[in-house]
């Protein structure tokens, strides 16, 4: 890999549970994410997470706003020195926020197990402090019974 990947992930709300997927494949085989992947050509960061949370999970939503874009720079192991290794991947992970609206969760494509959990399991769940980190201000965001109507960041996204 030369130059960075651009990715797209999902942080779907259901009342009070996120929905994480465990990773099927490396990297980070085993690991419970968000549900995404990477963006496909012509395709808008919108469409891309919607069809990245379809394909993984059969879940439906609907975007409520970006929550940030982050960069995912990993080494392949750390070097002698311990002050880590040559890198190896470089995604560009642009996360949405979103609703459940249909659909039980199902893995699919790349995903070995998806479910709803809840904010305390999610927080156990989940070993990347970014993904921790974007999970926690969702639910700061949109979480409780006068939020997710898009009144904080504008309107609802469309794909």
Known sequence: MTHPVPT???ICL???QVLLIQRGTPPRLGQW???GGRLEWGETTAAGALRELMEETGVEAE???LVDVIDGVFPARPSLDGKGGDITRHYVLIDYAARWT?????AGDDAAQARFVSRDEAM????WDET???IHETYERFSGPDRGTGAKTGAMLNP
Do not use: F, I, K, N
């Open 14 to 16: 259901r009342g009070d």
């Open 132 to 134: 921790r980190r974007v």
């Open 124 to 127: 156990a769940l989940v070993e």
């Open 8 to 10: 797209v992930g999902v």
């Open 102 to 106: 249909a659909g039980e969760p199902v």
């Open 33 to 35: 994410s968000l549900p």
């Open 63 to 65: 975007l409520l706003a």
